[in-house]
């Protein structure tokens, strides 16, 4: 099959609020505004951006747990949107999600084995030797010892947890995994090893990840190619060395200049940023981040910056730093 395993064309979600006289009136929170990305196989596009940036929406929208407003998620070129329930129910063997809290969302009263083989088992019917023997290697698969299949959620720890969530969606055998802010629950010492523990399976396995996060530093150490978000749009998408090495939009800017710096030898960007992340209800017209911009111009008040191509292959939304003379990607 060629071409991307996953793309993503012009993604809108709007959810209505609750209020107003007629429906036209409601107020929409604009969590999604015209998205489009792909990801090849085997490759870990990261989601960043600031809580409320709308990238755990497009969690959702990738898994069809909610329905675009607007636009196309592909999976190895079928429209997702456009399949049965019965078809999507095959469709979800390929893509897997990976939750932020392992607690929530393990069951409390099915023991680790019965979860991590649950999703096989709405598929096909196991025996108790074959349930055994899969869980087995689904628990060595991501470093946790075969015993512990017997034991009920609360009786593990988080990180152990955290394998037991990634276990679960290795069971299909999926093509791609969403991870949602997958390590952020976890201490800094548990978080690496669950980041080298999905490194491993990818190289392994060839699994492709969607992985969002707020934490620019894991970013950093997982990601082949980052997608910036702010207020529901990318605003840069570039390869996670050339946008570490030299972030082009004033946003990204201000992102790595604001995270903490793992390595001392490495000098920090001097770059404010102001003021809070607008609401989604009412986002500022033209670029959304003019009214923090310290470069905005009159323009950036009215016009929205398409993203398009630099010359190093990446994509920015910025009418200063990106002129739009360059071609229009997304
Ligand atoms: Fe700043 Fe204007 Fe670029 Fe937006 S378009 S990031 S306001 S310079």
Redesign the pocket.
Known sequence: MSGPLLKVKNLVKHYPLRSGIMKKDLPVVRAVENVSFSVEAGETLCIVGESGCGKSTIARLLMRLVDPTEGRVLLDGTDIGSLRKDELRAWRRRMQMVFQDPYSSLNPRLTAGQIITEPVENFERLSRKQREALAAELLQQVGLAPEIMHRLPSELSGGQRQRLGIARALSLKPSIIIADEAVSALDVSVQAQILNLLMDLQEELGIAFVFISHDLGVVEHIGDRVAVMYLGRIVELATCESLFAKPV???TEALIAAAPIPDPTRARLEVPIDGEVPSPVRPPQG?A??PR?S???ER?RTEI?PLVLMQDGRGVA????APARQVTIL
């Open positions: 939009h004033p946003y670029c981040f003019h911009c470069l905005a111009e950036c910056p910025c009418h200063v730093r």
